[in-house]
């Protein structure tokens, strides 16, 4: 295969049901020129097994990086996803987060020197997120409002997120009060400029650990476009089990000194000091 212009890193853990229906969604990409590297947090062997299954199915080329189950350790693995992409340029998202045919070229179109993308996701609650099937995925339907609503989606301004195309899309990215932060889910950029900060900080765990990398990002001079009405994605739903009080009071502390020393670099990343 030639060079991949974009490399997506999908980070996972034990949801192979959410993973297959993500990596559908890529395969129905109308831009095919990448790779997925899969940052596997320690996944058992159902997730091994449809990795495998899955490399014979698809067009694209799957890199699994995987590391030993150590309790939530999203920061180490999604560094050593990073070290393994094979493109200058890298998105960001989730094995949860199934990507809207467009995805990719909006990535591809909006991506610029200088800065890093940021994107949003649409949350389906439970009872839609487990009827999609791969024939929806492929055939694009369950990206439509429509069919959403007959699944039984309750109306609401967020509903603009699937709708918006061409002005209404670039025009909601502007007035959006939501912050052009870097989001785990939908986030992409240079791969230099990750490196250049030293990745992920890996003393964080659950909460917040994609927000310190983005804010160190800014704090070594790249700025934000903000794009979460034009790359779209489904979120689909499932518990959190590794969310605790403790994990989010440790993160914020973090990245409060990023933030009050201006810090661009972490000891705690790629490179260890």
């Not at 974009?6 to 559908?24: G, R």
């Not at 299954?53 to 030993?68: G, Q």
């Not at 439970?126 to 055939?139: G, L, R, W, Y």
């Not at 899309?169 to 932060?181: D, G, I």
Request: proline fraction near 3%.
């Amino acid at each position: 295969m030639q060079h991949p212009d974009i490399s997506i890193i999908i980070s996972t853990y034990n949801s192979e049901a959410w993973l297959e229906k993500v990596m559908w969604s890529y395969e129905a990409q109308t831009f095919k020129n990448f790779e997925m590297v899969i940052a596997d947090d320690g996944s058992k062997q159902p997730t091994l097994d449809l990795i495998e299954k899955m490399k014979s199915l698809v067009s694209y080329p799957i890199i699994h990086v995987w590391h030993e189950d150590n309790g939530f350790q999203k920061s180490q693995i999604l560094n050593k996803a990073i070290l393994a992409c094979n493109s200058a340029y890298i998105l960001m998202s989730d094995g949860d987060c199934m990507a809207r045919e467009d995805f990719l070229q909006v990535h591809i179109n909006e991506r610029e020197t200088g800065y890093f993308l940021s994107g949003g996701y649409f949350m389906l609650p439970m009872p839609i997120s487990e009827v999609i099937t791969k024939e929806d995925i492929i055939s694009q339907q369950c990206f439509q409002l429509d069919w959403l609503k007959s699944k039984g989606l309750k109306s609401s301004f967020k509903n603009n997120k699937l709708t918006a195309k061409g002005f209404k899309s670039q025009l909601l990215n502007t007035v959006t009060p939501t912050n052009a932060s870097w989001n785990g889910h939908n986030a992409s950029g240079w791969k230099s400029d990750i490196l250049a900060i030293n990745g992920f900080d890996e003393r964080m765990q659950y909460g917040g650990q994609d927000r310190e990398l983005g804010e160190r990002l800014f704090n070594y001079g790249i700025k934000s476009k903000q794009i979460r009405y034009s790359a779209i994605c489904l979120h689909l739903d499932h518990p959190r089990g590794y969310k605790t009080k403790a994990s989010i009071d440790k993160n914020l502390a973090i990245r409060a000194t990023t933030k009050k020393e201006n810090l661009k670099w972490t000891d705690f990343g790629i490179k260890k000091a």
